[in-house]
């Protein structure tokens, strides 16, 4: 496993030229996040973060769908926070949206200046990039209101696909440094109701919402998986 600031360099070299044509390719296979926007259910003055804002191309969505909202975005690459800040400024959201870098694993309101905890903390595929995913979970966890809950849309493990199709995918995910994380699947599967889980067909991404249940990181078998640095 490698640092944080190697991390960081890591997803400034692999978005530096994708950031640019980022929305245009993922709307065909991030499947999910417009439903995960829809059921956010937040009220005026609530506060949402999503964890890996990338663009911000969903906070953008969610200050729209949810103008009462106060939103801030984290993301471990300077240069996709460029596009980012680039992208509110745009679309004149620079008041309500505060963006910062910084990582999954060590954030907290004070990453925004903030000091209560946030209502919704949103995972939108990033989880299958942040290596310490199970430690970006627990500080999800820890940085909830006490109404709060996580949000997850991200790849599933692929059981209903055709097996030749799954190791393909899986091959060309592992060229962005995507790992699906098919443990928590399995754990949320066991552990959650069905209104808070959603498995899209073929098992090819899943969404989750909901406070972690007792012990679920626990019951998450293995280390952690790292990105790899090519």
């Given at each position: 496993m490698f640092g944080r600031g190697s991390h960081g360099a890591l997803m400034d070299r692999v978005y530096k030229r994708q950031r640019h044509i980022y929305n245009i390719t993922r709307r065909y296979y991030l499947i999910g996040r417009d439903e995960l926007?829809?059921?956010?259910?937040?009220?005026?003055?609530?506060?949402?973060?999503?964890?890996?804002?990338?663009?911000?191309?969903?906070?953008i969505a969610i200050a729209r769908r949810h103008p009462g909202a106060r939103l801030f975005g984290l993301d471990a690459s300077r240069a996709m926070l460029e596009t980012a800040a680039e992208a509110v400024a745009r679309a004149g959201l620079s008041r309500r949206i505060t963006l910062a870098q910084g990582f999954a694993e060590a954030f907290s309101p004070g990453s925004f200046g903030e000091s209560a905890g946030f209502d919704a903390v949103v995972f939108s595929y990033s989880l299958s990039m942040i290596p310490d995913w199970r430690r970006a979970l627990a500080a999800a966890q820890e940085t909830l209101?006490?109404?709060?809950?996580?949000?997850?849309?991200?790849?599933?493990?692929?059981?209903?696909?055709?097996?030749?199709?799954?190791?393909?995918?899986?091959?060309?995910?592992?060229?962005?440094?995507?790992?699906?994380?098919?443990?928590?699947?399995?754990?949320?599967?066991?552990?959650?109701?069905?209104?808070?889980l959603h498995v899209y067909a073929g098992r090819y991404a899943f969404r989750w919402r909901g406070a972690l249940?007792?012990?679920?990181?626990?019951?998450?078998?293995?280390?952690?998986?790292?990105?790899?640095?090519?």
């Open positions: 926007i829809r059921g956010l259910g937040l009220r005026p003055g609530d506060s949402a973060v999503e964890i890996g804002c990338g663009t911000a191309r969903n906070l209101s006490a109404t709060g809950r996580i949000h997850v849309v991200d790849f599933g493990d692929f059981g209903g696909l055709p097996r030749g199709a799954a190791v393909a995918l899986r091959f060309w995910l592992k060229r962005f440094h995507v790992v699906p994380r098919s443990e928590l699947l399995r754990v949320l599967e066991s552990a959650s109701s069905e209104s808070d249940p007792e012990g679920v990181l626990a019951n998450v078998a293995g280390p952690p998986q790292a990105a790899e640095i090519s």
